[in-house]
């Protein structure tokens, strides 16, 4: 892998590290299921490393709104992304709230409570106040306070205010017209590479040896040193409170929002004369932070999904009090280590958890949510541009089963963020199945990625760290997906079939954006459209849900996908609601008859007959995420491979098995109504096909193989039951070579075929 991994460092000891056994594990000479940057070692991010030689050791939490006690450090670890400001009222040229910030017109379904935005000028990135990490540790001689930001080009653009001791309910004005108040004994400010340390009562600055800033702009990382003769905590507990804002160095000030932004000035205060000065918060705890409402998702009017909007309302009544942490000194002397599980402002190890990821990819710093938007079957680097990217992950409560936990991947709608399903039933119903699954929510990036290029590579980079910290069983992985999810589902299950072992699209377009047939979906054309491709699912069987009147996903569309699945013999149901529009289910808030067929089926790693269909315009080798494999069928090229939908399909069934194909059932119709949700019953008429048992044949050496369009293709033979002397049942359509590897006692071979 390499162009895009230009930001990419091998964990301390990981040079040469083992894929976690997490993961679905090599067997014979395929590639494993999925693509390659499922299986790349860790990413090192900067921002995440303490410099050699400095006085910070302790690792990073990586749980958003949690703090630790570690090797004689405080850390508390910040929310990414959720650098949204006070509640005021939205600047009209806001992209995250205006046309133009997605495909779709604004992030309607996660439009952040907070209404700041950036000015438009270098070196703010839509992103300069985002507080990643605060750390506090005692010194011989000083107190050491290490600022990480999510983006740092400018340090002289940026201010942080830490407030120092007193009690609740004694607030004091943050100086330099902060306009916030919190409780304090001191305030130290930081800008670029001063600090000083004023009196919370009187505002004068503290007597003694001003306190020292240094920068690492590599790691973003700000380090203050106050000294014992201006502060010393001694072994007592200290309340710590804190926000990042920007900084008007002409004026020796913050630099505070107007109501539309400027080059120069941020927006979003709307006609507050005094708007705060602060983006972002420190020590805001999970407990503190909403997740989207239960019963039911968030909603416009309740955008929960980016855990800010306890500090949009804080900062809008000017007083952040109930931000805050309770510093034990004396621990951090003893260098106890303590992550305070159960604790309000500890580390989560159950339930709703935000954790943060160092990506391979770091397009830039910051966000572009103006020109950020995807909605293209082409490429998407996404609105998130920098290197620690924030997803979501449930975990079941009690230990990880003997055999590991299951995964599923919940993939988030259009206009949607990785938050989308935290305290959803969709996520707990489907984290509730047998002995548990984790539930994961990437960003994708952004809002309208479309699980392609970057979007695309995040969804396995959020698995892969999963794995890193989780015992799970890679047999028992499965995906599903809302809108833009399902569309998802659809994609990343016919690209990689061997991945997962059941899929559940809920309302997902068959191709990127509307499709209305005979025409092409649009934007995203043939190119986009997982009809083509849907024989690769041979073996993984589908529950789709969708809406008759669904105005964002015509049924029609649907109703073609859904045929598809009929004509090839393919094992699926499809539910058919007859009661509401396109968030209907979303509103309902009901998933046990998903999850119950979801279930807890394993994946079939060696299945006899393996069809698939590939589509290379999904590939994106720079990404890690090329296809053209699966199970013990690799190495697919396409004879042809020009104009703007090129595809072909491999049909391979091995007789080394013994056994033949199911008979599929004939399409079985029914009616239901859904019930146990939010919304009285909503019925559904339904259509599916099963397959019986597989009969017995007679064990024979030999592979039946049709191709159309494919120039090459790979068999492991040992996988496939034969070897190189099997007899070749071939019909192609032109020029094939096959390779049979790994044949019983080594070596490969090679045949041609006319066509």
């Known amino acids: 892998m390499t162009g895009a991994l230009a930001v990419s460092w091998l964990l301390p000891g990981a040079a040469g590290a083992a894929v976690s056994p997490s993961l679905p594990a090599k067997v014979g000479t395929a590639p494993r299921p999925g693509p390659a940057v499922l299986y790349e070692r860790p990413a090192r991010?900067?921002?995440?490393?303490?410099?050699?030689?400095?006085?910070?050791?302790?690792?990073?939490?990586?749980?958003?709104?949690?703090?630790?006690?570690?090797?004689?450090?405080?850390?508390?670890?910040?929310?990414?992304?959720?650098?949204?400001?006070?509640?005021?009222?939205?600047?009209?040229?806001?992209?995250?709230?205006?046309?133009?910030?997605?495909?779709?017109?604004?992030?309607?379904?996660?439009?952040?409570?907070?209404?700041?935005?950036?000015?438009?000028?270098?070196?703010?990135?839509?992103?300069?106040?985002?507080?990643?990490?605060?750390?506090?540790?005692?010194?011989?001689?000083?107190?050491?306070?290490?600022?990480?930001?999510?983006?740092?080009?400018?340090?002289?653009?940026?201010?942080?205010?830490?407030?120092?001791?007193?009690?609740?309910?004694?607030?004091?004005?943050?100086?330099f017209g902060a306009n916030v108040s919190a409780p304090a004994q001191y305030f130290l400010t930081v800008h670029g590479e001063t600090a000083v340390l004023t009196d919370a009562v009187t505002g004068t600055e503290v007597p003694g040896p001003a306190p020292t800033v240094s920068v690492d702009l590599a790691r973003r990382q700000i380090t203050v040193l106050v000294s014992h003769s201006q502060w010393n905590p001694g072994s007592s507990a200290v309340r710590l409170a804190g926000g990042v804002g920007l900084w008007n160095a002409s004026a020796n000030s913050y630099l505070l929002p107007v109501a539309e932004r400027s080059a120069t000035q941020p927006g979003g205060a709307g006609v507050n004369t005094a708007p705060p000065a602060f983006f972002d918060v420190a020590y805001r705890f999970n407990a503190q932070e909403p997740?989207?409402?239960?019963?039911?998702?968030?909603?416009?009017?309740?955008?929960?999904?980016?855990?800010?909007?306890?500090?949009?309302?804080?900062?809008?009544?000017?007083?952040?009090?109930?931000?805050?942490?309770?510093?034990?000194?004396?621990?951090?002397?003893?260098?106890?280590?303590?992550?305070?599980?159960?604790?309000?402002?500890?580390?989560?190890?159950?339930?709703?958890?935000?954790?943060?990821?160092?990506?391979?990819?770091?397009?830039?710093?910051?966000?572009?949510?103006?020109?950020?938007?995807?909605?293209?079957?082409?490429?998407?680097?996404?609105?998130?541009?920098?290197?620690?990217?924030?997803?979501?992950?449930?975990?079941?409560?009690?230990?990880?089963?003997?055999?590991?936990?299951?995964?599923?991947l919940l993939l988030h709608s259009l206009s949607a963020n990785y938050n989308q399903f935290a305290g959803s039933r969709n996520q707990s119903q489907f984290a509730a199945r047998g002995p548990g699954s984790i539930v994961i929510t990437p960003s994708g990036r952004g809002p309208d990625g479309w699980y392609y290029d970057h979007a695309?590579?995040?969804?396995?980079?959020?698995?892969?760290?999963?794995?890193?910290?989780?015992?799970?069983?890679?047999?028992?992985?499965?995906?599903?997906?809302?809108?833009?999810?399902?569309?998802?589902?659809?994609?990343?299950?016919?690209?990689?079939?061997?991945?997962?072992?059941?899929?559940?699209?809920?309302?997902?377009?068959?191709?990127?954006?509307?499709?209305?047939?005979?025409?092409?979906?649009?934007p995203g054309g043939?190119?986009?459209l997982t009809q083509r491709m849907l024989p690769s699912v041979r073996n993984v069987p589908f529950l789709i849900w969708n809406e008759t009147t669904d105005e964002l996903v015509p049924i029609a569309g649907v109703l073609e996908q859904v045929a598809k699945f009929d004509s090839l013999g393919y094992r699926y149901e499809f539910d058919q609601f007859q009661a509401g529009d396109h968030l209907t289910l979303a509103i309902n808030d009901e998933y046990s008859p998903a999850a119950a067929f979801l279930g807890t089926e394993g994946v079939e790693p060696n299945p006899p007959h393996v069809t698939y269909a590939y589509n290379p315009t999904m590939d994106f080798p720079a990404d890690g995420t090329t296809a053209g494999h699966a199970y013990w069928l690799y190495n697919i090229g396409l004879r042809e491979s020009s104009g703007s939908a090129p595809l072909g399909?491999?049909?391979?069934?091995?007789?080394?098995?013994?056994?033949?194909?199911?008979?599929?059932?004939?399409?079985?119709?029914?009616?239901?109504?859904?019930t146990g949700g939010q919304l009285p019953a909503i019925p559904f008429t339904s259509q599916a096909k099963s397959w019986g048992a597989a009969p017995a044949q007679a064990v024979n050496d030999a592979l039946d193989l049709t191709a159309g369009n494919i120039a090459h293709a790979t068999i492991d033979a040992k996988r496939a039951k034969i070897d190189c002397t099997a007899h070749l049942n071939v019909k192609t359509d032109g020029p094939l070579k096959l390779t049979l590897a790994d044949c019983p006692g080594g070596g490969s071979k090679t045949f041609s075929f006319a066509g």
């Open 456 to 522: 695309g590579a995040d969804t396995f980079e959020v698995w892969a760290d999963v794995a890193a910290h989780y015992q799970l069983n890679p047999s028992f992985t499965d995906v599903a997906g809302y809108s833009m999810g399902g569309y998802g589902t659809y994609k990343l299950t016919s690209q990689f079939p061997d991945l997962f072992a059941r899929a559940q699209p809920t309302v997902g377009p068959p191709g990127l954006g509307i499709w209305l047939p005979p025409g092409e979906p649009q």
């Open 291 to 408: 997740v989207p409402g239960t019963p039911g998702p968030a909603t416009t009017a309740d955008p929960a999904w980016w855990r800010e909007s306890a500090q949009a309302r804080a900062l809008a009544s000017g007083d952040i009090s109930a931000f805050h942490a309770e510093v034990d000194f004396a621990k951090l002397k003893a260098k106890v280590n303590d992550d305070m599980p159960g604790s309000a402002t500890g580390v989560p190890q159950t339930g709703t958890i935000d954790r943060i990821l160092a990506s391979h990819f770091s397009p830039g710093q910051g966000a572009d949510y103006a020109t950020g938007g995807c909605g293209s079957s082409t490429a998407c680097i996404g609105a998130m541009r920098g290197q620690l990217l924030p997803y979501a992950v449930y975990v079941p409560g009690g230990s990880a089963p003997a055999g590991g936990w299951g995964l599923t």
């Open 45 to 175: 991010a900067p921002q995440l490393e303490n410099a050699p030689g400095s006085a910070w050791h302790a690792p990073s939490i990586l749980v958003s709104g949690a703090s630790a006690y570690r090797l004689g450090e405080f850390v508390y670890q910040g929310y990414v992304y959720d650098d949204h400001g006070a509640k005021g009222l939205t600047d009209p040229t806001n992209p995250m709230h205006s046309p133009g910030g997605d495909s779709s017109g604004g992030d309607l379904f996660s439009a952040p409570d907070g209404t700041y935005d950036y000015p438009t000028g270098p070196g703010y990135d839509e992103n300069a106040a985002n507080l990643v990490e605060l750390r506090v540790k005692p010194l011989v001689s000083s107190t050491a306070i290490r600022i990480t930001l999510n983006t740092l080009e400018k340090p002289d653009l940026v201010a942080t205010a830490i407030a120092i001791g007193g009690s609740e309910g004694h607030s004091h004005p943050f100086p």
């Open 649 to 674: 399909t491999v049909d391979v069934r091995s007789e080394g098995f013994g056994v033949g194909d199911p008979a599929a059932s004939e399409t079985q119709h029914g009616a239901g109504v859904l």
């Open 526 to 528: 043939n190119r986009s």
